[in-house]
């Protein structure tokens, strides 16, 4: 397909999806002249036409709530073994504290997007950040361990809605061809959050008590409260002509005040909360899904809830020492990877349309992949090594920085590439990272620091880098079968059945 074929197929896509009717009108096209997908519409409250100025203050809302979501579940890891003689608990069941969050955060995306896809984006966000809130107080207040259990159970319930709604909310917002570096500021807030929370954990205990690593995380979340209230406009938006007709003109106060949020041809149906489910037996969705859940649980949630016991047996640390040995690497690892991920992915895609002549394939982003598929499980192997040998603290530091680089680069790629692939369906896609990351997570919790002790760190970690290996492979073999799988397995009834909503080309 040429540049002219690829415009006169934009220009039937908005045909066709209700934005005009009559004779083909031309395509709008970005700065490459590639037709724009989606293409949007002439009304300004379309966040496809808002200024950028707009769209970078909901982006930094999002991902700084993802942050501090992310935050709220880790700043207590490095207070373990403090919490384990307080309450007179094994370790392994104190890591629960951290691991009941990251299940429940993980699956209430699948509760939360559903209604989040017919009420809007905004007044989910403003219910779950106010619930977080109260539930950090609560914990914090906490007097046993089944008390500090449930409010952390219940805090990832509400906390997760940015985990799993925050990818579908930057699709509503950029078109197809920058997606890959503004998922990429999402996905770096998704990952630094957890590695910034053992730094300040840390230093909070030593300082303070373990009791303020939630009410400091309830100080820093209050102020998105107020802004979400003032500064969050709806972004969710019908893109479909009999849609727009029945809700009628709408203006930036009835947005922002929840007055239209609601769209009268869609409604909740129980199977709404099977979407994400279905959405596995694609090839483009199960295989990223299985590979990134592995990835983040091994290079990121592994070093999190292994920490506290191992670092305080090889090297005699106090908790602030142990968050500055995982959280600095971590988070440096997560700012060099992203500065090889999500821009580079969107000019490989730019680079590949042109040579075709304007067609764009969602494979072409896999390309960006490929330093990760080497550093994420090379950095795994090497912390294992280290462990096992008892070496100088340094190498256990890059050890978890290779990691960690290589699952932002995996993160955003996945993401990109996801919502490339099925641009209707990002919310589920994003609710089906967060429940099966959060899954695999937690079932690691029970076996790895067993495992480890049982034969031996450097022979675990290497088991864990050989699953992320193999996992590895099916995914690249997506760059040359994937365009042909996912034509061989279209279902309409099941790819557009949420096709008044933002995104839809």
């Keep these: 397909m040429d540049r002219t074929k690829a415009l006169k197929h934009a220009a039937g896509s908005t045909n066709s999806s209700g934005g005009s009717s009559g004779s083909a009108v031309s395509p709008k096209v970005d700065k490459c002249n590639l037709p724009l997908i989606p293409q949007p519409s002439e009304d300004p409250l379309d966040p496809l036409n808002w200024p950028s100025w707009l769209k970078l203050l909901v982006l930094a809302e999002i991902s700084l709530f993802t942050l501090l979501s992310v935050l709220t579940a880790s700043m207590i890891t490095p207070s373990f073994q403090i919490l384990s003689r307080e309450f007179g608990r094994e370790i392994e069941e104190i890591a629960y504290i951290t691991s009941i969050f990251i299940l429940t955060a993980g699956c209430s995306a699948g509760f939360w997007n559903p209604i989040a896809n017919v009420y809007g984006r905004r007044p989910v966000y403003l219910i779950s950040v106010a619930a977080c809130i109260a539930l950090l107080v609560a914990s914090g207040r906490a007097r046993t361990y089944a008390?500090?259990?449930?409010?952390?159970?219940?805090?990832?319930?509400?906390?997760?809605?940015?985990?799993?709604?925050?990818?579908?909310?930057?699709?509503?917002?950029?078109?197809?061809?920058?997606?890959?570096?503004?998922?990429?500021?999402?996905?770096?807030?998704?990952?630094?959050?957890?590695?910034?929370?053992?730094?300040?954990?840390?230093?909070?205990?030593?300082?303070?008590?373990?009791?303020?690593?939630?009410?400091?995380?309830?100080?820093?979340?209050?102020?998105?409260?107020?802004?979400?209230?003032?500064?969050?406009?709806?972004?969710?938006?019908?893109?479909?002509?009999?849609?727009?007709?029945?809700?009628?003109?709408?203006?930036?106060?009835?947005?922002?005040?929840?007055?239209?949020?609601?769209?009268?041809?869609?409604?909740?149906?129980?199977?709404?909360?099977?979407?994400?489910?279905?959405?596995?037996?694609?090839?483009?969705?199960?295989?990223?899904?299985?590979?990134?859940?592995?990835?983040?649980?091994?290079?990121?949630?592994?070093?999190?809830?292994?920490?506290?016991?191992?670092?305080?047996?090889?090297?005699?640390?106090?908790?602030?020492?142990?968050?500055?040995?995982?959280?600095?690497?971590?988070?440096?690892?997560?700012?060099?990877?992203?500065?090889?991920?999500?821009?580079?992915?969107?000019?490989?895609?730019?680079k590949r349309a042109l040579v075709r002549g304007g067609k764009r394939k969602p494979e072409d982003r896999l390309l960006a992949l490929t330093p990760a598929i080497v550093l994420l499980p090379l950095g795994i192997l090497l912390e294992g090594v280290c462990i096992q040998h008892g070496t100088h603290w340094s190498g256990i530091?890059?050890?978890?920085?290779?990691?960690?680089?290589?699952?932002?680069?995996?993160?955003?790629?996945?993401?990109?590439?996801?919502?490339?692939?099925?641009?209707?369906?990002?919310?589920?896609?994003?609710?089906?990272?967060?429940?099966?990351?959060?899954?695999?997570?937690?079932?690691?919790?029970?076996?790895?620091?067993?495992?480890?002790?049982?034969?031996?760190?450097?022979?675990?970690w290497i088991v864990f880098s050989v699953i992320v290996v193999a996992l590895s492979v099916p995914v690249l073999a997506l760059l040359c079968t994937g365009e042909r799988w996912r034509q061989e397995s279209v279902d309409g009834a099941d790819l557009h059945y949420n096709n008044t909503v933002s995104g839809n080309p």
């Design 147 to 350: 008390e500090l259990m449930a409010f952390r159970a219940l805090n990832g319930f509400f906390g997760g809605v940015p985990l799993g709604l925050g990818s579908a909310t930057v699709c509503d917002m950029y078109f197809e061809h920058e997606r890959g570096r503004y998922l990429g500021i999402y996905t770096l807030s998704l990952i630094t959050g957890g590695h910034l929370a053992p730094v300040i954990g840390g230093y909070i205990e030593r300082d303070l008590q373990w009791r303020w690593c939630f009410y400091v995380s309830g100080i820093l979340m209050s102020p998105l409260l107020p802004l979400f209230v003032f500064a969050l406009p709806e972004t969710l938006y019908s893109r479909h002509a009999e849609a727009s007709q029945t809700i009628g003109e709408a203006t930036w106060k009835q947005n922002l005040l929840l007055a239209r949020t609601r769209y009268p041809l869609r409604r909740i149906h129980v199977l709404d909360f099977l979407r994400p489910w279905q959405m596995l037996k694609y090839s483009s969705v199960l295989l990223p899904t299985m590979y990134y859940s592995a990835s983040f649980a091994y290079g990121s949630i592994l070093f999190v809830i292994t920490a506290a016991p191992i670092f305080g047996k090889l090297y005699h640390y106090e908790p602030y020492q142990t968050g500055l040995l995982l959280g600095l690497p971590l988070t440096i690892g997560s700012i060099l990877g992203e500065l090889m991920a999500g821009a580079f992915s969107d000019f490989v895609s730019e």
């Design 397 to 460: 530091a890059v050890s978890i920085g290779i990691a960690s680089l290589g699952l932002q680069i995996q993160t955003t790629v996945l993401y990109a590439y996801t919502a490339e692939c099925y641009r209707q369906q990002a919310a589920e896609i994003g609710s089906l990272f967060s429940v099966c990351r959060a899954i695999f997570s937690f079932c690691m919790g029970f076996y790895a620091l067993r495992l480890g002790e049982s034969i031996g760190f450097q022979d675990a």
